[in-house]
């Protein structure tokens, strides 16, 4: 079992950047596939990257492709989201996922996913 606790959310101006850390408890974290989500008001939860247990292979959703990075240390127990050129769109509470079956890779189903943090709120405005 893993704990994830998201941190690094916050307001920012359009254009700006924002990197979001999700820290994991416990000493499997280097053996699970994380994802990123985020949740506007009235939306569904969307896909946004997700990064092999590895490290060595990522994947991003069209819509944050080129903007975002995901990245993970798992010496550190970590994942990050790097937000560059952020858009009053990209507006949503980000969430850190991590699926305990190697095979859950590439998904953008979120139940999917076996563990989940509480979530942290990024803010863009125009």
């Known amino acids: 079992q893993v704990q994830l606790v998201e941190s690094g959310g916050g307001l920012v101006q359009a254009g700006g950047s924002l990197r979001l850390s999700c820290a994991a408890s416990?000493?499997?974290?280097?053996?699970?596939?994380m994802a990123w989500f985020r949740q506007a008001p009235g939306k569904e939860r969307e896909f946004v990257a997700a990064i092999i247990w590895s490290g060595s292979d990522t994947f991003h959703a069209d819509s944050v492709k080129g903007r975002f990075t995901v990245s993970r240390d798992n010496a550190k127990n970590t994942a990050y989201l790097q937000m560059n050129s952020l858009k009053p769109e990209d507006t949503a509470v980000y969430y850190c996922?991590?699926?305990?079956?190697?095979?859950?890779?590439?998904?953008?189903?979120?139940?999917?996913?076996?563990?989940w943090g509480q979530g942290t709120q990024v803010t863009v405005s125009s």
């Open positions: 996922a991590a699926a305990a079956t190697r095979s859950i890779w590439r998904s953008r189903v979120a139940n999917q996913y076996d563990y």
């Open positions: 416990g000493r499997t974290f280097s053996t699970y596939n």
